[in-house]
């Protein structure tokens, strides 16, 4: 996939009398994604805000506009880069409120197929937007940092895929937290955990498997709806009575916090972070994959009770590679 490959579409909506309506769309909308556009855009009562929602497996990115009149601007894509997109979406809004002609958006849009990249001038400044060499920065070894050895709690709740509550007031900070957070633990596919922004629990009902950003303080009080939940304001992380044997620590968890620590510490660049904590992750699972006494038909190693048993690990240890097996579908109960 090509870095126009991730685009999909981008739209206009305007709001006129506390009502939104779909001025523009280009090259097209699905059903479902103007339903989301429609319902979200300027829901929160805040008019110059930069958001981000998930409608299946696309995230929309939406960025709302004060001037002449009010809109936003709508980008649907195909990966999760709130920072990349941000940049088109300023890009994009500034021009339209200053000739509030769509069909200049269009060139603009269509520059990114032809040369890669986009750009405006206005008031002296230049503004660009370089998809083709964009290069992701999500500030992981900060995030790391900053929860110390508890970032092993975050770990691993999306190594079990656990459930996972983040909040914070701002939703700037918020989608740059949930940016740092969906490059934690590499293994893991971002499409299949990461529900960036919302507001009620409505969109995580049936899921056993998520990481759920929201500036929704009264979410917080329902414990049901997380196993983790992360204040991001204060840096507090509170695990759910009912997820705390699951999340019960062990010395494997103390060394790969350590590890993580280290890691944030260090001089490597982001790219070889991710790399490090990669082969970390690959390396447990190696670990879980040697105690297996059973290989199936399709050459998958599985692991049973007894094979965990066998090794007299610690409780706490055993209940967590038991916990691994289950994520990772090898346990066989």
Not at 79 to 104: H, M, T
Not at 144 to 165: P, T, V
Request: proline share 2%; charged share 20%; glycine share 2%.
């Amino acid at each position: 996939m090509t870095y126009i490959d991730k685009l999909i579409s981008f739209h206009i909506v305007e709001n006129e009398n506390r009502k939104n309506f779909l001025s523009w769309t280009y090259p097209t909308i699905t059903v479902d994604h103007e339903k989301y556009i429609l319902s979200n855009c300027f829901a929160r009562g805040v008019q110059n805000e930069y958001f981000c929602g998930r409608v299946q497996n696309n995230w929309i990115y939406i960025s709302q506009f004060v001037s002449s009149k009010t809109f936003a601007i709508v980008i649907a894509a195909k990966e999760f880069e709130p920072n990349k997109y941000r940049q088109l979406c300023d890009i994009l809004g500034k021009k339209y409120a200053k000739s509030q002609n769509p069909v200049d958006l269009v060139t603009l849009y269509l520059n990114l197929f032809t040369s890669g990249s986009c750009s405006l001038q206005e008031n002296g400044a230049s503004f660009v937007c370089n998809f083709k060499n964009y290069e992701s920065v999500a500030n992981l070894k900060e995030f790391i940092a900053s929860f110390d050895l508890e970032i092993i709690l975050l770990y691993s709740a999306i190594l079990l895929k656990r459930r996972i509550l983040l909040f914070d007031n701002n939703m700037e900070l918020l989608l740059s937290e949930l940016l740092a957070i969906s490059n934690l633990v590499p293994l893991r596919k971002v499409a299949d955990y990461l529900y960036p922004v919302i507001e009620s629990s409505n969109k995580l009902k049936g899921l056993s498997f998520y990481v759920a950003g929201t500036t929704n303080s009264d979410l917080i009080r329902d414990e049901h709806l997380y196993d983790l939940f992360v204040n991001l304001r204060t840096r507090e992380i509170t695990v759910s009575p009912k997820a705390e044997e699951i999340m019960a620590m062990t010395k494997t968890h103390k060394d790969i916090a350590t590890f993580l620590v280290k890691l944030s510490a260090s001089d490597l660049p982001e790219t070889q972070v991710k790399q490090q904590i990669l082969q970390k992750t690959k390396e447990l699972l190696s670990l879980l994959k040697s105690l297996a006494s059973v290989t199936t038909d399709n050459h998958v190693k599985m692991v049973t009770m007894n094979d965990l048993r066998a090794k007299k690990y610690h409780p706490n240890l055993e209940n967590f590679l038991f916990n691994l097996a289950v994520s990772e579908n090898m346990m066989i109960l």
